[in-house]
């Protein structure tokens, strides 16, 4: 698609997508991914997706692919076992290690 950037970061099983919100990358970038098993035997595990709009001061209210029942918006979110709340201020807090 001409125009349109998506970025996509990974690592062991972890696959994180930057997109833009327009609905078409997101899309596509799923079916994308609904393909990777016929090739590669793995797959995307649904009940593990989540769609965060981030950025926002108030997040959009999209949901594309609604019959695949993906978490759209979460509070919290885990990145490599980091997990993301959309307050920043409070990721600090809950990502913080005692010593």
Known sequence: MKGVNAT????????TL???GIEQPFTQCIFTLEEF?????????RDKTKAVCV???????PV????????WNPTIFTILGINFIKNIL????ENSIET
């Open 37 to 45: 098993p016929k090739y590669f035997g793995l797959k995307m595990n």
């Open 8 to 15: 996509l970061s990974q690592y062991a099983d972890d696959t």
């Open 55 to 61: 950025g926002y001061p108030r997040p959009p209210e």
């Open 18 to 20: 930057f997109l833009d």
């Open 90 to 93: 409070k990721n600090i807090t």
């Open 64 to 71: 594309f692919l609604r019959e695949y029942n993906l978490e």
